[in-house]
């Protein structure tokens, strides 16, 4: 169990990473440019995110073969949307502020007003977005080598330790009790520190904040 989660864990980490990070940053692009490349982007986006997460993970792996570089790519892509739509989101609402209207003002190239005023504005959105996703990519190995298009044997991964599981004519219980297990806590631990890293980075969130805003009332 805890030599398949080095595996595990590992694509979970490298595909949440690497989808997030590109999902953001096309996020933070199409919020600041605007116009003709937003939305195309989006209609781009919408269709990625038409297809159920393990369908597309599915079809990508299969079509780019099987592997670890090719599940990490397919459950990378299946973040992107995700990432690109909420990163959106936040860059569209800081373009509008005064620094960064002052930033166009003195002259500041487009890349550079989103490198330095822009983008350090979607780092917490991005964290929260991270460590939401990592269970989500977690499932998502799991279900892939369950069905035998995911990282190939004899690689433990908890995905192919659940498909052995089936393989025998009276299989033992704990073949699929414990990787099934093992899934289940991890993606509730990665929800939990999901949820404590948005309350600690959104100050709105805060309980001194709900005291503010409610007058000191409970309820």
Do not use: K
Request: aromatic letters at 10%; hydrophobic letters at 55%.
């Amino acid at each position: 169990m805890i030599y398949g989660a080095r595996t595990s864990l590992f694509v979970a980490f490298s595909a949440v990473i690497l989808g997030t990070t590109v999902g953001s940053l096309w996020g933070v692009a199409c919020g600041y440019l605007r116009g003709r490349f937003d939305l195309v982007s989006q209609r781009i986006m919408e269709i990625m995110q038409s297809f159920p997460d393990l369908i597309l993970a599915m079809a990508i792996s299969m079509a780019i073969g099987t592997g670890l570089q090719a599940v990490i790519f397919a459950i990378a892509i299946t973040r992107i949307p995700f990432g690109g739509r909420v990163i959106r989101s936040v860059a569209l609402s800081v373009r509008e502020m005064p620094y960064v209207e002052a930033g166009r003002a003195s002259g500041a190239s487009a890349l550079r007003v989103m490198t330095f005023h822009v983008l350090p504005q979607c780092v917490a959105p991005y964290l929260v977005l991270a460590t939401t996703h990592l269970g989500v990519a977690i499932v998502i190995e799991a279900a892939l080598g369950f069905l035998g298009v995911g990282v190939p044997p004899p690689t433990p991964t908890w995905g192919n330790m659940l498909a052995d599981s089936i393989t025998a004519l009276v299989p033992p219980w704990w073949l699929a009790f414990f990787p099934g297990l093992a899934i289940t806590v991890t993606v509730l631990a990665f929800n939990l520190l999901g949820d404590g890293i948005r309350d600690t980075l959104d100050p709105r969130l805060s309980p001194a904040f709900l005291r503010m805003m409610t007058g000191g009332r409970r309820g």
